[in-house]
């Protein structure tokens, strides 16, 4: 069946947001997302805010990896070089396969709005425990080109020539 003909299938998303500093009525970028998510038609499955410490990252993250109705996780804040930026660290305790593709498509992508500036980011993105896992800049605009350029794309499973839900099924064969 070609991709155009194929159904959407709703994913369910949580969103972690990353901050010292934010509360539920300041988080933007995790607004920025929520909202994104919902509009495109899938589920925001849950929403959090932890402080920048890996532990706190990585607690939550297993929480929604270990849940059977989470399906990604996108986290928004903590990737940058300062030295409360400890995401991507945090990632790397979890992440079983990484997806280095979405990092390099967000700089890409990032570049043509900020130039140089995008080579400070860090987002990355990997699979652990048969969920996506999608670390992303804590500015809004960070969000929207993270989820307007590409994942909005790849969690649609009518997106071709391929897309992250088609693979869904398989993300957990190697735990069987």
Request: hydrophobic fraction near 40%; proline fraction near 6%; include cysteine.
């Amino acid at each position: 069946m070609p991709k155009s003909e194929r159904p959407f299938l709703p994913v369910n998303i949580a969103v972690l947001t990353v901050s010292d500093s934010r509360t539920a009525e300041t988080d933007t970028s995790g607004q920025t997302l929520a909202d994104r998510i919902v509009k495109a038609g899938h589920r925001l499955a849950a929403r959090n805010i932890v402080p920048d410490t890996i532990e706190a990252i990585q607690d939550q993250l297993k929480v929604w990896i270990a849940d059977p109705d989470i399906d990604a996780v996108i986290t928004t804040g903590g990737t940058g070089v300062t030295g409360r930026d400890i995401t991507p660290e945090a990632f790397a305790g979890i992440v079983e396969k990484e997806i280095p593709g979405f990092g390099e498509l967000f700089r890409m992508l990032s570049y043509q709005k900020i130039k140089t500036s995008t080579i400070q980011s860090r987002a990355t993105a990997g699979v652990a425990g048969g969920t996506y896992l999608f670390a992303v800049p804590g500015s809004p605009g960070a969000c929207r080109d993270a989820w307007d350029d590409i994942l909005v794309h790849q969690l649609d499973s009518r997106n071709g020539p391929c897309n992250f839900v088609e693979l869904m099924p398989r993300l957990k064969e190697h735990l069987g």
